[in-house]
Nanobody, 122 residues
Framework: QVQLVESGGGLVQAGGSLRLSCAASGRTFSNYYMGWFRQAPGKERDFVAA????????YLADAVKGRFTISRDNAKNTVYLQMNSLTPEDTAVYYCATGTGLYVSSRNYDYWGQGTQVTVSS
């Protein structure tokens, strides 16, 4: 029903910035809450940020609050994650996903993208 494709990942030095994009297909994108998650090797997939269907409300994990910003442009079927002041602890594969609320658990999200690698060097 919906396909998600992340982009914008890459290699960046500590203190730098990256902007991730999640492009969605389908005609129902504006009905979904959206979330960003990340997974480092050998670790669980952790919540990063979520945004309401209309974009008027957001929720961020404490680890990224003040550094990351989630936003969306429903006219472009795209969700963004602006990442500033990056540290090696942010190194992970970043995924976007569809949901029905500002949930923290990945089990509450239905459709997932393939992920994009973010590597922060020291």
């Amino acid at each position: 029903q919906v396909q998600l494709v992340e982009s914008g990942g890459g290699l960046v030095q500590a203190g730098g910035s990256l902007r991730l994009s999640c492009a969605a297909s389908g005609r129902t994108f504006s009905n979904y809450y959206m979330g960003w998650f990340r997974q480092a090797p050998g670790k669980e997939r952790d919540f990063v940020a979520a945004i309401t269907a209309g974009g008027g409300g957001t929720y961020l994990a404490d680890a990224v609050k003040g550094r990351f910003t989630i936003s969306r442009d429903n006219a472009k079927n795209t969700v963004y994650l602006q990442m500033n002041s990056l540290t090696p602890e942010d190194t992970a594969v970043y995924y976007c996903a569809t949901g029905t609320g500002l949930y923290v658990s990945s089990r509450n999200y239905d459709y997932w993208g393939q992920g994009t690698q973010v590597t922060v060097s020291s």
